[in-house]
C-alpha cells in the first residue's frame, strides 16, 4: 500500500522550458513534504521540503506547492538545465516520527 | 556539510554469508538510518536508529539486523544474505533538532551490494 506516489516513472523537457513533477499522497497525517535529486552512483540529496500548513515554497529555481484537498504535490524547476537530469524522489515525514517516506522516483531528462 | 561516510562501496557475496555494512558519521547527529534502493521500488526504510542501542524496524527489516553502540557508526547486517538482498544500500542523517524530518536527510554515497 504506497502511501507516496509518483506515477510518472520519466520526464523530458527541452533545456529553458518548465519541469513539473508530481507527487500524491494518501494519508493525511504528514507533516512535511521533501525532494530529493539522485544522480547516478551518488546518493540522494534535499532539494527543497514544505510544511504541511503551507502551500508554497520557493527557492531559486525550485517551486515546490502542496494542494492539501487533493492530497497533491508538484515541484516546478524554471528554466529547466541539462544539469537538473536528474531521478527526483517525492517523501514524505508522517507526524511524530522521524523517518521518511518515499516515492518511487521520475526519471527528468532535460535536453539541451 | 555533514560528514557521512559509507564502507564499503562495493561489495560481492555469495548466498548464505553475513555481510555487514558500515555508516560513520562526523557531526554526532542522532537519528540515523538505512534505506536500499531498488528499481521500481524507490527508496525503502530497513532499520533507523534514535540513538546510543536504540533502533527500530523499517518497512523491509526482515533479513537485517543493525547495532549502534556509538552515536557516529551504524551498522547493517545481512545475517545471511540471499539474492534478493542485492541492492543498493544508503545510510541517512536526520539533519534537525530532534530528527525532525523536514529539515531533509544528508545521504551517504551508497554500498552496491550484489549477493551471488
Known amino acids: 500500500d504506497q502511501q507516496v506516489k509518483q506515477n510518472s516513472p520519466s520526464l523530458s523537457v527541452q533545456e529553458g522550458r518548465i519541469s513539473i513533477l508530481n507527487c500524491d499522497y494518501t494519508?493525511?497525517?504528514?507533516?512535511?513534504f521533501l525532494w530529493y535529486k539522485k544522480y547516478p552512483a551518488e546518493g540522494p540529496t534535499f532539494l527543497i521540503s514544505i510544511s504541511s500548513i503551507k502551500d508554497k515554497n520557493e527557492d531559486g529555481r525550485f517551486t515546490v506547492f502542496l494542494n492539501k484537498s487533493a492530497k497533491h504535490l508538484s515541484l516546478h524547476i524554471v528554466p529547466s538545465q541539462p544539469g537538473d537530469s536528474a531521478v527526483y524522489f517525492c517523501a514524505a515525514s508522517p507526524r511524530s516520527q522521524g523517518n521518511l517516506i518515499f516515492g518511487k522516483g521520475t526519471k527528468l531528462s532535460v535536453k539541451p | 556539510d555533514a560528514g557521512i561516510t559509507q564502507s564499503p562501496r562495493h561489495k560481492v557475496t555469495e548466498t548464505g554469508t553475513p555481510v555487514t555494512l558500515r555508516c560513520h558519521q562526523t557531526?554526532?547527529?542522532?537519528?540515523m538510518y538505512w534505506y536500499r534502493q531498488d528499481p521500481g521500488h524507490g527508496l525503502r526504510l530497513i532499520h533507523y536508529s534514535y540513538g546510543v542501542k536504540d533502533t527500530d524496524k523499517g518497512e523491509v527489516s526482515d533479513g537485517y539486523s543493525v547495532s549502534r553502540s556509538k552515536t557516529e557508526d551504524f551498522l547493517l547486517t545481512l545475517e545471511s544474505a540471499t539474492s534478493s538482498q542485492t541492492s543498493v544500500y544508503f545510510c541517512?542523517?536526520?539533519?534537525?533538532?530532534?530528527?525532525?524530518?523536514?529539515?531533509?536527510?544528508?545521504f551517504g554515497s551508497g554500498t552496491r551490494l550484489t549477493v551471488v
Open positions: 494519508n493525511s497525517m504528514f507533516d512535511y
Open positions: 541517512a542523517i536526520s539533519v534537525g533538532p530532534g530528527g525532525i524530518s523536514g529539515y531533509g536527510y544528508t
Open positions: 557531526e554526532n547527529h542522532r537519528y
